[in-house]
């Protein structure tokens, strides 16, 4: 059974710093991981997908990087700015009958002003 | 634009009642849709994986009396919360993909349901 899990659960940075956020799932079997941005009482915002061939994929200060064989994957945001705080969630789309995405338990980034 | 549409975005009902969301595919045909539910703080949690024509396919622990899901046309798949308790309180989102062919593309959700039973 695929498990993801994402560390930190909680960060805050000052503004300007450059972080990175983590992710591993158990299984490789996967077509795919994407990185969400979830805003508090808000659906999900679509950040990064990278196929399970690839091994990064950029946009803007975004870059997220795979490593299918050992099971993870790094979010890196560049110069954060107080928009960026939000929940990130990482989730793989597993190779099953059925393709389901299954999710990590999040990160939640502060970025103080 | 978006591609998954969930209606309705919130709604609030006393207990006992059942409430129907509804999950539709706007430019494509969804072979397959899934429904999460998302508990404050938490993340989002599978709940059931419906095929169009088919039964629904339910993750361990879900009760499947009490999610009803149709999903009676490739681009309509429905969740009932069937006579919901304040328990039930939670954002449900739905997600839909389609054949199988394209299983490298991007999973695609709806905006969600905030859904407050009294």
Redesign the interface.
Known sequence: KQEVTQIPAALSVPEGENLVLNCSFTDSAIYNLQWFRQDPGKGLTSLLLIQSSQREQTSGRLNASLDKSSGRSTLYIAASQPGDSATYLCAVKVKTSYDKVIFGPGTSLSVIP | GAVVSQHPSWVICKSGTSVKIECRSLDFQAT?M?W?RQFPK?????MA?S?EGSKA?YEQGVEKDKFLINHASLTLSTLTVTSAHPEDSS?Y?C?A?GH?AY??Q??H????T?LSIL
């Open positions: 397959t899934f999460y938490q993340s989002l949690m599978l994986t095929n396919t954002f989102i997600s993909s199988s299983s490298n991007p999973q959700f709806g905006d969600g905030r």
